[in-house]
C-alpha cells in the first residue's frame, strides 16, 4: 500500500517525515485529505497549470494529469498552481485525473481583463507574497500599493523585494519610498548578482509556500533560480529604452527550495485588477485608516468634509496627498467592480448617486438664491 493512501493522524509525528512535507503536507492538509485518502485517491500538489492539464508532485514523484470537468465550473475554483489535489492514478492506459481540490487556506486573486466581471486566482495556499520591484526603474508607488492590497486580500504575509540594488545608485532612498507605501511590510534590498540579501529573503520563507509577483523585468525568475541554487527558468535582458521585461515566464510553476518550502514563479503582470479587496486596501493603507477613526463623522470621504482627520494629515505634511489619492482610487474601483457583480450594491450606489445630484442641485439653487 502507498503511503499516500492512508496519511497519518494528524498528531503523529511522520507529518514531518512525510514524502510531500518538503512541498508543504502537514498535519491540516493530511486532515483535510482523510476522506479522499479512503475513497482510494491519492494527494498531489499542483506544480503547473497548462491547456486543461497540470503537472503535480506526489509522494511517487511528478505526475501528468488531467483535470476532470466536475471539479467546479467556477473560475475562482479552477485548478491552480500551489493547490493541493486530490489525483484518481492512473494506468498503462489511463491517465491522472484530478478529482477535488483541497480547501485551500489563501487565495491570491486578481480580476480578469474581460467584460464579465470574473476573478482570476493566481496561486494558492501561499504563506507569503512578494512583490518584486525593479531598482532599475523609478519605483511606482501606486503599483505598489495596488499589489499589497491584492496580497494582504490574499491572506498571506506580504513581502516586499527591491531586486537589481547593484543597478540602483541610490537604493537606501528607494527602500525609503517603498516603506513609505507598505507599512507594516518588510521591504527587503535583494540581488541576484552580488547575493545580497538573498539569506535573509530565502530564511524568510523557508518552510512555507511563497509567490513572486511584479511586472514583467521584475528579475523574478532569476531570483527564483538563485534560491533553489540553479538556472531552472530562463532569463532575458530587459529594454535598455524602458526597463521593461519579455515575459520570459508564461505559466505559474512551483519549485522547492534547498531549505525547505517552495517558491512560485508567475509571469510578469501588466494588469492588475482589484477583486473584492475591500480589507486588502484597508490593510495596505494602514495609516490612512488609522487618521480616519479621527474624523468627526463616521462615514467621512475624506474630500471636503469639516472635521477630517485624514485631510488635516495631508495638510500638515504628516500625509502625502498622492498616497491618499491612491487610496481613493482604489476604494472608488474595488466599489466598482463590486457593484458590476452585485444587483443590489449597484441598486445602493444608484441611489446614492440619486441623492448627491438632489443635494447638488439644492446647494446650487441656494447659493443663486430666489429669483
Known sequence: MSPLDVPAHPEHPAHSEHPLAPYGWDEHTAEAFAPYGRRGLTPARVVRVDRGRCDAFTADGPVRAGI????????????????????????????????????????????????????????????????????????????????????????????????????????????????????GVTVLPVSALTGEGLDVLAAVLGGGTAVLLGQSGAGKSTLVNALIGQDALEVRETRASDGKGRHTTTTRELFALPGGGVVIDTPGLRGVGLWDAEEGVGRAFADVEELARACRFHDCAHTAEPGCAVLAAVDDGALSPRRLDSYRKLLRENQYLAARTDARLRAELRRDWKRKQALGRHMAERKRGPR
Request: proline share 9%.
Open 68 to 183: 476532470a470537468p466536475v471539479v467546479s465550473p467556477d473560475p475562482l475554483l479552477t485548478v491552480c498552481t500551489g493547490d493541493w489535489a486530490a489525483l484518481e492514478p492512473g494506468g498503462r492506459r489511463t491517465p491522472w485525473t484530478v478529482r477535488a481540490l483541497l480547501p485551500r487556506r489563501t487565495a491570491f486573486v486578481r480580476s480578469t481583463s474581460s467584460r464579465r466581471s470574473e476573478g482570476q486566482v493566481l496561486a494558492a495556499n501561499v504563506d507569503h507574497a512578494v512583490v518584486a520591484v525593479s531598482l532599475a526603474v523609478p519605483l511606482d508607488p501606486g503599483r505598489l500599493e495596488r499589489f499589497l492590497a491584492l496580497a494582504w486580500e490574499s491572506g498571506a504575509q506580504p513581502l516586499v523585494a527591491l531586486t537589481k540594488t547593484d543597478l540602483a545608485p541610490d537604493a537606501a532612498h528607494a527602500a525609503a519610498d517603498a516603506e513609505a507605501s507598505a507599512p
